[in-house]
């Protein structure tokens, strides 16, 4: 496996905002991940970790990264699988009784659909695209709400593919918009409980997710010569915002979506 990063030293600049707080994190595919910048932030600013895996072919990469990271927890989430999502919740209910932030970062389309264009995307495609990448949150949320009486943050990564025409982008924006949208409305829905809901979206990262977007180097690319910042983010970065909205730093934010991508998205 390749060694991870080092940690960026403005993380350790922020001292202990998360301590005490307890962490899931969905998606974590191996050193390259959003999920694992984001869970490296939560850990460093003292929150305890559950850690979620693919399958047993996914589970070397993640495991290592896991015990790097000191978590607590460490267990199989595909979310296509009935029940196994439901299964992480049940240990986490069982051996923390509550919990504080829980991370969606998790996306998933049939390659032709994805590839093709949405006028030609099968309605299988489709479903299994909005499931996987969608609904699964809003099933997170249900699942989250019982172990957060004393609120929470809850929090799904989303793309600039969902409000604007990205050229290669597809069937994901449509899905995308919809995550977005659910964020909003889980957010007017659990507000009253103090459970807050966020999208967070970055700019273009190599990640394994991104690999299978059509022409995704041009992508990266326009996107380094457009930003105002003129360099690409990386899983720090946008590990540092998500981490803000679950700090009481953020404590009356919610139902937004948060861009962390040098300003990429302001450019017309």
């Known amino acids: 496996m390749t060694a991870t990063a080092p940690v960026n030293p403005d993380i350790a600049l922020l001292g202990s905002a998360l301590k005490g707080k307890r962490a899931l994190v969905l998606g974590i595919a191996n050193e390259h991940s959003i999920a694992y ?131 290669n982008y597809n069937l994901m924006g449509p899905v995308k918009a919809a995550l977005e949208s659910a964020v909003r409305y889980l957010a007017y829905e659990l507000g009253h409980k103090d459970i807050r809901v966020h999208a967070v979206s970055p700019g273009p990262l190599k990640t394994r997710a991104a690999s299978g977007i059509k022409d995704f180097d041009l992508l990266l690319a326009e996107a380094t010569q457009r930003a105002p910042i003129g360099e690409l983010v990386d899983i720090d970065d946008v590990g540092l915002t998500t981490a803000f909205l679950a700090t009481p730093f953020a404590r009356r934010l919610t139902g937004m979506t948060v861009y962390v991508d040098g300003g990429l998205s302001i450019m017309g």
């Open 37 to 167: 910048g984001c869970a490296r932030v939560f850990r460093h600013l003292g929150a305890d970790l559950a850690i979620t895996y693919l399958n047993d072919k996914a589970k070397p990469f993640v495991e290592p990264l896991a015990q790097e990271l000191g978590a607590s927890i460490l267990a199989p989430c595909d979310v296509s699988r009935e029940g196994e999502l439901e299964a992480v919740f049940d240990r986490i209910a069982k051996e923390w009784g509550s919990l504080d932030i829980a991370l969606h970062s998790i996306a998933f389309a049939p390659k032709a659909d994805l590839q093709g264009r949405l006028v030609d995307s099968s309605a299988e495609g489709f479903k299994v695209a909005m499931d996987i990448s969608c609904h699964s949150f809003i099933r997170m949320a249900h699942l989250a709400e019982p172990l957060m009486p004393q609120g929470g943050t809850l929090l799904a990564m989303s793309y600039h593919g969902a409000d604007k025409v990205v050229p």
